[in-house]
């Protein structure tokens, strides 16, 4: 609203000139990404995708109850995983409902309708922003894995735009959002064993 046409006033845009650069750039990388196989952009959409984190979360947790060693590190690692899972949802739900962008017209088939009908921000580049966050916290990885994760979660974020189902605008927002999600739970994850 006011605040962010006040902001790009400042800096000497508007909110239609912004609108427009992004449905330009979003359009000339979908068409500049069109040899990515379709395959492997539904096998990246799996990597941001809500669906095997959430439960792959709970089962882990419930593993270390059932076995009666809830202060194990996994399981407490996988409880405040699950946690921003869950508030990333959310937040993605709430946002898109308030904003309710359109999603991209240029790619016919590949919208996605429903309940998640809207494009801002994206949900899965939040939460490949987050995982990657996550994993440079928890896990002591030698660096060069650490930066395929984070080359992982950016290829994530950009096959949204290249499958047509977001923005160039929604995808970096959203990344942020998740990385920003990630400082947070790294905070809470270095609180929590001090």
């Known amino acids: 609203g006011f605040c962010l046409n006040r902001v790009l006033y400042l800096v000497g845009t508007d909110m239609n000139s912004l609108v427009e650069l992004d449905w330009s750039l979003s359009e000339s990388f979908y068409h500049w990404a069109s040899f990515c196989p379709r395959w492997l952009l539904l096998l990246l959409e799996v990597f941001g995708h809500g669906l095997p984190w959430i439960p792959g979360s709970i089962i882990v947790c419930g593993y270390y109850w059932c076995k009666g060693d809830t202060k194990h590190a996994m399981c407490s690692l996988s409880a405040v995983l699950l946690g921003w899972l869950l508030v990333d949802v959310l937040l993605v739900s709430f946002v898109k409902s308030i904003v309710k962008r359109p999603r991209p017209g240029y790619a016919p088939g590949n919208t996605h309708g429903g309940p998640d009908k809207y494009s801002f921000y994206s949900g899965h580049s939040s939460r490949a922003g987050m995982l990657a966050g996550f994993f440079m916290y928890a896990a002591l990885w030698p660096q060069q894995v650490q930066v395929a994760v984070w080359v992982l979660s950016v290829c994530v974020a950009l096959s949204r ?34």
């Open 161 to 194: 735009v290249a499958y047509g189902r977001h923005w160039l605008g929604d995808v970096t927002v959203g990344y942020c959002v998740g990385v920003s999600q990630s400082l947070l739970m790294g905070w809470t994850v270095h609180h929590q064993w001090m």
